[in-house]
């Protein structure tokens, strides 16, 4: 696998949903190597800052060498990524780390929570290609937070907001399982990715229903140093003993390689 | 008309270097990650600090960026020196770039042991010794103590013929005796320095950014305590010093050799422009060329003591 | 709802602050300049180290610009003792803000002949001893020593009855031994800290960019420093300390809050923000409101001791 | 005095030389209360930057509420303040120091080495408003780098250029003393700005041609920490012994109080 590290141009900035902002960056090697669920550390020239930020890339289109990235401002680096506007050139490192698998049988549940949601369009667009019957599960604070449903075409989108104004009231959590028995044990896998919390819910909801761990696939976020396995500041607790490095070993990972009651959450909770 | 530059160090013992630009202990893996770095520019690559035994590492947070700088407590994570020996030592072998192991430990005996298994074996051009460890018998760093320093030096030294580097913590009030001590061990050189010990809260959580509380400062942040403490120790020592300490670009590379240093190692910055090697090797050479130096072992402006401010 | 606010500390011999943001020496003058802070949610103003005799101060350059941070070797340039005690203390002893001088000198007897003049003087709040001094004695600064700080510190205390903060140099293998000295020879109170020393190089012109070689590094780079001193110094004495090193949000003064300081001292963010007084001092309100704590005294993360990473 | 810091938004950006920006802000209270020669402290948001960075008022215009800054760039502040556009703000500190005394006799002669020509535009307009006769001497590497003649209206404005490009062949200081007198001692009043070396080779000149260093003024250059007196770290050597501090007792003061061999200069030479 080759790692680029190079300019590119942003070539479309527009917000896909309130407190979102998405960077279509102009990179063909990068758009035609990146798998679903993979990710990029994208640098940042912001007072004060050093280390590189690692984005999930949203979608990609080798076709027009486009490479799409879906995140919210939380700081320093997001906020100078926010300002950046088509001409303007981001630097990329990747893509990095591990996607998802995708070439299971049977119907997949994608539950997404917060910004976690940003991985899906191109998790989803694969999904659906491989043939693969797909229920889509977000959840919002509300209606205008969620990432409109024709970003997963030919899924079958449902939708939680904490306050109600649509779909289900409460967590995405609420969502699961999804009616018409997947869920239900049974070939069934879950694709989860969101705030680490998000992610403990889903594997007990998941148990719940009896899918074993080893049907769940998650996208890790741990702190990024490198992104390439030089740092070892990415660590997180396997269930083998010591710990996996999230951006060689992951970002994507089943559920069972995990030690859940290690598992700690820097930046959410 | 210049004279043709001359970009090889000598950092004693046969370990000569084509360029005066090597990658930092725990910044560059053991060289098989980071395919991006090009490394026909590097002096040499110095790996992750190497124990007697595989070591899990802390738990996580490990890691937290700070201004200009960030905290790392990664704990040793690595295989343990046979694995080093046995498995990455051959493949370092055939290659161009000679590989300097990183040498750590709990007591003499660890660092001894693993210098024993390391000598002699292909592959491996050097140590450097990371006396920032904790010693058990006392808590305290050997680094922090001119004779605790000298005499790991002395028990490491007695056990192998490999070239030896000794890399001097900064988290001292004299690092200058300390490097003293070092030198008449018998260290071939000094590299100067490792990270600043230091801490971050997380005022949300209300806790610690990393799991063992505090962690090592690296990057941009540290530079000038680091050029300090390598001017004052250059100034003290006949053996050759390998400077280190938020070095991003040529220019900053070129205030450490002007301090005194003969070579220089990039730490922090390779996470973040894998392409500083290149720029950095580049650019001493075009300020070599320019100011009419043949090598950089002309840069150093002489120090003298330096006098400490009020 | 929560309690009313309180956001008074005392650091002890009657120094009853208002607020737990002082402005830290060197950074605010003697207090007539920089009008655009807003002095009404200062806690104290530290004034300019102060000498015996008036200094000229180093020569130019005495400072410079580093990542994140400045280095600066000012060498103390200031009127003298007499010249604060004459002229402005009376001036002082009309503000709503309590002055603490910070004090400087050459030997024990100097900083006894300064403290003596400067003790019962009206105007003049408490003292603050910058121990980060060379002794002429013996070249080394007082506060690296934990003997020689004690015996400055009881010299001093002995012939005053004002408020006295001790002021931590971070330039030490071991702080807290030099804390607790100093705790034990009679300081009301702690500071910590003062600043790093560090360098830097201009390639261009192939010498220091201090005219004195070295100078004292400053700002944020060196919060995480700084925040880990605090955390280990108060955790190891019953005097409260005051966090100072590289503060310039609410949140960077939250975290030496959170590590264990009383209060904060704000430095080099006065030469840029003068605003940033009063948005720490707001916002250290709000997160008392928000987390419901009554007052800063009820911040603290009990520590212990935090073991050094590897 | 009263010092703002505030805000200020960019209400032009131009290019009025080769290798110059010049940045108009909108700050009424700035325009109003600023004299020729005195200096502010524009706040940059640069990576890895603190301080702020002192640049002279070039002009200002109390009824238009504008101030102009002319400046190049030399580093990372400079590169920040470049990429300011109309409808961007930078944050002000000023107005800081002492500018020129402007209400002497007889005739005047201004020496601009480099960018310290930034400074003369307000300048020679209020010497001409004052009714007097102004010299206007420049100097710069080539005929693209002078500022127009038309900043100075009013005045005589000799160039000098190192390539000979236009004017006088070689530096600034070949165009002293002017002809027709001025500068032969009597009364003649000397208003200098550059880098340190070449307000060293003014004073010279002007010694040769018996004008007494308290007829002369320079615009000092020192690095600023405050701007305000607080960090003393913006030293001059006086000849009186000592130092006076630059954001204060100048940036513009008479030749005669400067230790000129102590001076030093850290930017140049
Ligand atoms: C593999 C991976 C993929 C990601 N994909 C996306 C995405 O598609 N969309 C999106 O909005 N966010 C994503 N994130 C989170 C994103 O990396 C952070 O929001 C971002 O780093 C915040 O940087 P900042 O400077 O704005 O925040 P600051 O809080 O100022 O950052 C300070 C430091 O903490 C790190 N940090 C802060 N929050 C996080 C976090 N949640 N995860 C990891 N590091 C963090 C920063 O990288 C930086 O080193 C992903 C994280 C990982 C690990
Ligand atoms: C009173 C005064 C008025 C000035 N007026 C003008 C003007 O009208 N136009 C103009 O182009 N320049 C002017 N300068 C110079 C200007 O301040 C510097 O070019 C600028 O600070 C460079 O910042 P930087 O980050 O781009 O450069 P860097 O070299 O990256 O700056 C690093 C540090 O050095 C300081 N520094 C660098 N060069 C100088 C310098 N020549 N003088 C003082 N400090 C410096 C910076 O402020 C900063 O703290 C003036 C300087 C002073 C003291
Ligand atoms: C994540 C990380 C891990 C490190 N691990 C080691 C190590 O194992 N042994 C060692 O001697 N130094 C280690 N260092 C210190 C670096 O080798 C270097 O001395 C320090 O980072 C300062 O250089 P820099 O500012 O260029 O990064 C590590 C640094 C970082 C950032
Ligand atoms: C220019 C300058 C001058 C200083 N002068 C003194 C001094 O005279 N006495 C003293 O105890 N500390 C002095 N200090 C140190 C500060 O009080 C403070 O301890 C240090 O700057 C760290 O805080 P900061 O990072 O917020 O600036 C000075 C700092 C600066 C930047
Ligand atoms: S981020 Fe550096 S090893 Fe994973
Ligand atoms: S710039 Fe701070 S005193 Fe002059």
């Known amino acids: 696998m080759t790692i680029a590290v190079a300019p590119a141009v942003v070539v479309e900035r527009s917000v896909p949903m309130a407190g979102a902002v998405e960077l279509v960056l102009y990179h063909p090697p990068s758009a035609a190597a990146v798998d679903p ?14 280390l590189r930020r690692p984005y999930s890339a949203a979608w990609s289109d080798p076709a027009s ?52 949601v940003a991985v899906f369009p191109g998790v989803v667009q694969a999904l659906v290609a ?55 044990g049974g070939g069934v896998e879950i694709f989860a990715c969101g705030p680490t919390p998000m992610l403990q819910a889903s594997i007990d909801a998941a148990r719940r229903q009896e899918v074993p761990l080893s049907s ?25 003993g010591g710990y996996l490095l999230t951006c060689q070993d992951g970002p994507c990972v089943r559920a069972d390689r995990i030690d859940w009651d290690r598992m700690t959450d820097e930046f959410h909770g | 008309m210049a004279k043709p530059l001359d970009l090889r160090v000598d950092l004693g013992r046969g370990l000569r270097l084509r360029s005066p630009v090597l990658v930092a202990s725990g910044t560059f893996g053991y060289g098989f990650d980071a395919p991006q770095v090009d490394r026909a520019v590097l002096g040499a690559i110095v790996t992750k600090g190497t124990t007697l035994r595989p070591r899990d590492g802390n738990a996580p947070n490990r890691i937290a960026e700070t201004p200009s700088g960030m905290l790392n407590a990664i704990g040793l ?77 002395s028990a490491v030294r007695a056990v192998t013929r490999l070239p030896l580097i000794v890399k001097l913590t900064p988290n001292v009030t004299d690092i200058v005796a300390v490097a003293r001590a070092v030198e008449d061990a018998g260290a071939d050189a000094l590299s100067a320095i490792n990270t600043f010990v230091g801490m971050a809260i997380d005022v949300r959580r209300r806790q610690p950014m990393l799991s063992r509380g505090s962690g090592g400062l690296s990057g941009p942040a540290i530079k000038p305590l680091a050029l300090h403490a390598v001017w004052q120790v250059a100034s003290a020592v006949r053996i050759p010093v390998v400077g280190i300490g938020g070095i991003t670009t040529a220019g900053d590379a070129l205030e450490f050799l002007l301090a005194g240093a003969a070579a220089v190692q990039l730490g922090t910055v390779n996470y973040v422009r894998p392409e500083a090697a290149r720029e950095v090797h580049d650019g001493i050479a075009a300020y070599l060329e320019e100011h009419g130096f043949a090598d950089p072992g002309a840069l150093p402006i002489r120090s003298g003591s330096v006098l400490t401010h009020a």
Chains 1, 4 share one sequence.
């Open chain 1, 37 to 50: 669920g993979q990710f990029f550390q994208l640098a940042v020239s912001a007072p004060h800052t050093i």
């Open chain 1, 65 to 116: 060498g486009r490479i799409g990235f879906i995140f919210n401002v939380v700081g320093a680096g997001s906020a100078w990524l926010s300002a950046r506007h088509e001409g303007h050139e981001v630097d990329l490192l990747g893509p990095l780390g591990r996607g998802f698998e995708l070439d299971g049988e049977g119907p997949a549940v994608c539950i997404a929570g917060g910004l976690g």
């Open chain 1, 130 to 184: 491989r043939g693969r019957k797909v229920t889509m599960l977000q959840g919002a604070r509300t209606a205008a937070q969620l990432m409109p449903a024709s970003r997963f075409a030919g899924a079958d989108v449902r939708v939680a907001t904490d306050d109600g104004s649509v779909g289900h009231r409460g967590s995405v959590m609420t969502l699961f399982p999804p009616p018409q028995g997947e869920g239900q």
């Open chain 1, 216 to 240: 769940i696939q998650v996208a890790l976020e741990t702190p990024m140093g490198c992104g390439v396995g030089t740092c070892l500041g990415c660590a997180a607790p396997q269930s083998r």
């Open chain 2, 77 to 153: 994570q690595n295989p343990g020196v046979d694995h080093v020996a046995r498995v990455y030592a051959p493949l370092w072998s055939s290659w161009d770039v000679p590989v300097i192991v990183n040498v750590a430990g709990d007591s003499v005996d660890e660092y001894v042991a693993v210098v024993r298994r390391l000598d002699g074996v292909p592959g491996i051009a050097g140590l450097e010794l990371n006396i920032s460890c904790p010693n058990v018998a006392n808590g305290l760093q050997f680094g922090v103590a001119p004779d605790l320093a000298a005499e790991l030096t």
